[in-house]
């Protein structure tokens, strides 16, 4: 979330940059409408189902994607890079894992990455790193995440209690640890998206952030009602041309397109409950992105290589920056600390930019976001500047929707890269 990348195709000359070509992504899925009904589904949306796969049979798919949308050999790919954020334990590498799945060469090096929601994009710019140190010329990077099957652990008196009886020796030693199990042993570890530091989950960070910048319900869900209008605009247009139609097994039908777009009313939106801090909070299940299932992959090298190969960049990869913040109160705040500084760095104003993509983890918290860019206050007593950032025109931020509509894989917002390189 506090990546914030700022691209211009118009105005700005191109430079010495590393390239992105070909960007794929399986369709995300939410895992909450995973779940057998016994009323027959009309709309389909139920039809679909990866409950049954791994996350590596995710980027899997999306490795064998790019390789065909690039039609580059596999065996010219020097590295592989993904991110992820809650792991599957059985592929801890699942870079390595969906690699070897995907017929790639078992002398291609592959790692993982994982910061929270901009893990993918942890992933590309580790590959940008890699191609300007020199160590390698093609770096495939992406993300996945699911969320459809979560590791779920024993509690730490179970753990403690299996470790020791695997230890035990004699008849007598396993049958005291036996009589010392307790009905609270059986309470399973769950995952939770929560800050380990604070235990506060991201839903009430952004509540807090949301009440702090004064950003109203009503607020809130308009802004969520443009996302998922854009969103269906989008795939209504044919725009969404980096969707990777998947066929599961066992499942009839060809996942094609993200199914938590839902065009709704204000009226209907209006009368959803908080959702995180109750009963007066103002962020629900409509104005919050839904976690799934996704992945995503990027073939990215350096200009001069691509023309060696033949390819056509789809996108420069010019400047980059990660910042961090008070885990507490500021949060989700990452957008409106980074850009300014990737503007500077980019040598851009913002007016410059053509296309704005930001992650919408709450409709609160982009408002929150924006509200600090457009506040001298704010800039003076918290970012050390001595005027406000300002903000993007609307018609140029998150044109194609986001989060809030097409769904968030946790790991995965290389999504919000891919819609402005589109």
């Not at 995300?28 to 027959?40: L, V």
């Not at 710019?125 to 996945?144: E, K, M, R, S």
């Not at 104003?349 to 924006?370: C, R, T, Y």
Request: with cysteine.
């Amino acid at each position: 979330m506090s990546l914030s990348i700022a691209r211009n195709f118009v105005k700005c000359p191109v430079n010495k940059s590393i390239i992105s070509h070909g960007i794929v992504r399986p369709i995300s899925i939410s895992s909450q409408i995973n779940a057998r009904k016994s009323i027959p589904d009309k709309t389909g949306k139920n039809c679909i189902d990866y409950s049954k796969l791994m996350p590596h049979d995710l980027a899997r798919q999306a490795l064998l994607g790019i390789a065909k949308k690039t039609g580059i050999s596999k065996e010219l790919v020097d590295y592989i890079i993904y991110g992820t954020v809650i792991q599957e334990v059985k592929t801890s590498n699942i870079a390595r894992e969906a690699a070897l799945a995907a017929g790639y060469s078992n002398k291609t090096p592959a790692h993982t990455v994982t910061m929270a929601c901009i893990s993918s994009n942890a992933a590309m710019t580790t590959g940008i790193g890699l191609i300007a140190a020199g160590v390698y010329d093609t770096i495939i990077a992406g993300g996945v995440e699911f969320m459809s099957d979560v590791p779920i652990r024993l509690n730490r008196k179970m753990r403690s209690l299996l470790l020791k009886a695997n230890k035990a020796k004699t008849l007598p030693q396993r049958l005291q640890l036996i009589l010392s199990i307790r009905p609270n042993f059986f309470i399973p570890d769950l995952p939770a998206v929560s800050e380990f530091s604070s235990g506060e989950t991201m839903g009430h960070s952004a509540d807090r952030l949301a009440a702090s910048f004064g950003a109203s319900r009503k607020e809130q869900d308009e802004y969520a009602l443009r996302s998922h209008t854009l969103a269906k605009n989008a795939f209504d247009n044919g725009f969404m041309t980096d969707l990777l139609p998947i066929k599961v097994q066992g499942v009839e039908r060809t996942i094609e397109k993200d199914n938590g777009i839902r065009v709704s009313s204000p009226e209907q939106l209006a009368k959803l409950k908080p959702a995180f801090i109750k009963p007066h909070g103002t962020i629900t299940a409509a104005n919050a992105s839904y976690l799934t299932d996704g992945a995503s992959a990027a073939l990215i090298m350096t200009e001069e290589k691509a023309k060696q190969l033949g390819l056509k960049p789809k996108a420069y990869l010019k400047d980059f920056i990660y910042v961090s913040q008070d885990p507490i109160d500021q949060l989700l705040l990452g957008p409106a600390y980074a850009t300014p500084k990737v503007l500077e760095k980019a040598g851009l104003s913002l007016k410059d930019v053509d296309v704005w993509e930001v992650h919408e983890a709450f409709a609160g918290q982009i408002l929150a976001n924006l509200k600090a860019m457009d506040s001298d206050w704010f800039a003076q007593n918290y970012m050390n500047r001595s005027e406000k950032v300002g903000t993007p025109e609307m018609k140029k931020f998150n044109s194609w929707g986001g989060s809030l509509s097409i769904g968030h894989p946790f790991c995965s917002n290389w999504r919000t890269t891919v819609y402005a390189y589109c």
